[in-house]
C-alpha cells in the first residue's frame, strides 16, 4: 500500500502521517514514511532519539551524492546531466529505523516547479519513482504543503491521496485545488481526513463542504498534541484519543482500498 498524504500547511499532516506509520509498524507491517517537506519534521512526530535524528539529511540537500549520481552539480539549469541516475541504494543508505518504522528525508527543489530541469530534481524524480515500486508493505510520503509537488506527477502512482483538512473554509479551499490536480494526473483515490475537530458540529461542517470528496474519517482536537511536541515524545505514545483515531482510519482505509 502507497499513500500520499496531503493538504493546507499547518492542517497536520506531519502529524497523521506519524500516527499511521505507527498504526501499521506495530501490526506488524513494513513501513517506509518518507519525509518530503523542505522543513521535514517526520522524525521528532514519530520520537524518533536524537542520535538517530542526527543522522538524517535531505537527499536534495546531499550535493555531491546528486553530482556523482548526475554528472551534474546542483544549481545547474539546463546542460548535460542523468536523468535517470542510479538510486536504488538511497533508501537503505540514508534513513533510519526507529520501532519498526524506517525514515527516509526526501527534502525538496527550491527553484523547482512542474518546468524544473536540474539534477536535483532528477534525482527526486527518480528516487520517487524507485519508492513507488518497492516491494514495502506500506509506504507513507508525507508531502509538503499545497499541491506543487502533483505538479510535476510525482505522486501519480500512489494508491490513495489523503488530504487532511481543518475545519475551515480555507482548508477546504486547498482540498478542492489538489482534487483538481490530482485529477489532472489521473489520481481519483482522494479521501478527506479531518483533523482537529472539537465537536459534532465542526465534524458536520467537514461533510457539508467538502469538495465532492469522501470523508475517511476524523480525529479529533487535542492540546496534548503540542503539549507531545514540546516533551518530544510521539503522539501517537501521549495522546491516546489520536492513536485510537487513527487505528480506526487505518482499518477503514484498508476495507476502502480492497474493494
Request: hydrophobic letters at 45%; glycine letters at 10%; proline letters at 5%.
Amino acid at each position: 500500500m502507497k499513500l500520499a498524504i496531503s493538504g493546507k500547511g499547518g492542517t497536520g499532516k506531519t502529524t497523521l502521517a506519524a500516527l499511521l506509520a505507527q498504526v501499521y509498524a506495530d501490526g506488524g507491517r513494513e513501513v517506509l514514511a518518507v519525509d518530503a517537506d523542505p522543513s521535514p519534521c517526520l522524525a521528532g512526530a514519530l520520537g524518533f532519539p536524537e542520535e538517530l535524528r542526527a543522522q538524517l539529511h535531505p537527499i536534495a540537500e546531499m550535493d555531491d551524492l546528486i553530482e556523482e549520481r548526475t554528472g551534474a552539480k546542483p544549481g545547474a539549469v539546463g546542460g548535460f546531466f542523468t536523468l535517470n541516475p542510479r538510486v536504488d541504494d538511497i533508501p537503505e543508505r540514508f534513513s533510519v529505523v526507529h520501532r519498526g518504522v524506517r525514515l527516509l528525508e526526501m527534502g525538496s527543489v527550491d527553484t523547482g516547479g512542474s518546468g524544473c530541469i536540474c539534477p536535483e530534481s532528477a534525482m527526486l524524480k527518480a528516487l520517487f519513482t524507485h519508492l513507488l515500486f518497492r516491494d514495502e508493505d506500506v509506504l507513507i510520503l508525507d508531502m509538503y504543503a499545497g499541491v506543487e509537488h502533483l505538479g510535476r506527477a510525482t505522486v501519480d502512482f500512489v494508491d490513495a491521496m489523503l488530504i487532511v483538512v481543518e475545519p475551515t473554509r480555507r482548508s477546504l479551499g486547498t482540498a478542492a485545488q489538489i482534487k483538481t490536480l490530482a485529477h489532472d494526473i489521473g489520481l481519483t483515490r482522494l479521501w478527506l481526513v479531518g483533523n482537529k475537530v472539537r465537536d459534532e458540529a465542526e465534524a458536520a461542517f467537514i461533510e457539508a463542504e467538502t469538495p465532492g470528496l469522501p470523508v475517511l474519517g476524523m480525529l479529533p482536537a487535542d492540546l496534548a498534541v503540542q503539549e507531545a511536541d514540546r516533551l518530544g515524545i510521539p503522539v501517537y505514545d501521549h495522546v491516546p484519543a489520536l492513536r485510537e483515531a487513527a487505528r480506526h482510519l487505518a482499518q477503514e482505509l484498508d476495507v476502502r482500498l480492497a474493494r
